[in-house]
């Protein structure tokens, strides 16, 4: 007689058949067994290291883990469910309340908000805005006990002086935590220049195919120990394990993609820098080229740029005539994509962060550059018609 319940709910696998297989495997489970009472005990008083939750850790996320830390140069790596998951677990992990964080604005408008919410914690913050890395240190105050930043940064993608942050910052006990995710650990290693804490949105490029959302956080193994403990196992976003391996496999493409995107953003930058329909064009490739060549090993494709007297039928004229690049959230996947920072209801905000009325976000993917460039030229054309420049 069939045992119908043992067949439908038996996982074991024949070993010998499946010896080696060539993507890694994903352990999709939430919990492990132990193997008797005394195996409980050793794992639970520390005798012995299982996995034993998928929340507290999983093998085919150590497998992302190990790779990540591996890339930027760290001791240890943890995964999360989003790059916010990221932010958060850090800088709830690390700070205390009465401390201070400063957190220089033009990061992506999350983290700041995420930072600004600790005052309810009795956590304060300065949001603040410089134009050299040395400002930063005049809203530095006893209390501070962390810099937070990204280089570059969002929207304007300007650059700061790693290692001017991290001599002031070691001197002085605060922690220094970038994102590095405009980067990738390919672009840019912030850890070898003194940085604390690296995080990445893994939504982005290291996902690289935009379908799936994560985060990760690389420092030495006691700083991830804090976050882990606190930030990850207590708040609880880790990354699932099929997002992990989805992870895993953009890592595999990561480099080809990068170089092939570097490629791209020289040529329509080169193509776009003179054109006098954009007022402005923000990145690294363009503008502080010095601090770029001193931390950076490549270009990534995300810039900004401002169209010139752009009024909101600009706009929706340059917009709704792109046909290679999408209206959406988001970038690193292979997909081209644009983001206008006016949002109908947010001058203020842009006020606030400098932005001009006609400032985009644009995500350069993977299509041919000449199709890209044709697009972009065609939606200027198009939106210009008519208009004095
Ligand atoms: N960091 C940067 C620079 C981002 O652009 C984003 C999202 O767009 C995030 C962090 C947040 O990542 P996630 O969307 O994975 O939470």
Request: charged letters at 25%.
């Given at each position: 007689m069939k045992d119908i319940q043992n067949i439908c709910t038996s996982i074991e696998v024949n070993d010998q058949k499946m010896s080696n297989p060539v993507a890694p495997i994903i352990?999709?489970?939430s919990s492990f067994r132990f193997e008797n009472y005394q195996h409980y005990l050793d794992v639970n008083c520390g005798k012995e290291e299982m996995y034993s939750y998928t929340r507290d850790g999983n093998p085919t996320t150590a497998i992302l883990e190990e790779k990540i830390a591996a890339l930027e140069g760290g001791e240890k790596a943890r995964a999360f469910a989003s790059g916010m998951g990221a932010i958060s677990a850090t800088i709830f992990s690390l700070l205390k309340q009465g401390d201070h964080v400063i957190v220089?604005?033009?990061?992506y408008t999350s983290s700041v908000k995420v930072i600004q919410s600790l005052k309810k914690f009795g956590i304060e913050s300065s949001v603040i805005h410089v134009?050299?890395?040395?400002?930063?240190?005049?809203?530095?105050?006893?209390?501070?006990k962390m810099i937070y930043f990204e280089?570059?940064?969002?929207?304007?993608?300007e650059m700061l002086d790693l290692k001017q942050i991290s001599n002031f910052a070691r001197k002085r006990n605060i922690y220094t935590v970038i994102d590095n995710t405009w980067s990738t650990p390919l672009f840019q290693n912030p850890l070898n220049h003194g940085i604390d804490v690296v995080i990445h949105s893994c939504s982005k490029y290291i996902g690289g195919h935009s379908d799936i959302v994560g985060g990760i956080v690389v420092a030495n193994k006691e700083i991830v120990k804090t976050i882990d403990e606190y930030?990850?196992?207590?708040?609880g976003a880790s990354l699932s394990p099929h997002d992990a391996w989805l992870a895993i496999r953009g890592l595999r493409t990561l480099p080809i993609r990068m170089k092939s995107q570097q490629e791209t953003i020289i040529k329509v930058l080169d193509c776009l820098?003179?054109?006098?329909?954009?007022?402005k064009i923000y990145h690294p490739y363009i503008q502080q080229k010095e601090l770029a060549s001193t931390y950076l090993n490549g270009y990534s494709s995300l810039f900004g740029m401002v169209l010139d007297n752009a009024t909101p039928q600009i706009i929706e004229r340059f917009v709704n005539h792109l046909h290679v690049l999408s209206l959406a959230y988001s970038w690193g996947g292979f997909e081209s994509l644009i983001l206008p920072a006016?949002?109908?209801?947010n001058e203020e905000e842009m006020k606030k962060r400098g932005l001009d009325l006609g400032h985009f976000r644009v995500y350069l993917g993977l299509e041919d550059s000449n199709l890209l460039i044709n697009d972009i030229l065609s939606a200027l054309d198009y939106a210009y018609e008519g208009e004095e420049i």
């Open positions: 352990v999709q489970t220089v604005n033009t990061v134009n050299e890395t040395q400002e930063i240190f005049d809203y530095v105050n006893e209390q501070t280089s570059p940064s969002s929207q304007k993608f930030g990850a196992v207590l708040l820098k003179n054109d006098s329909r954009i007022k006016f949002k109908g209801n």
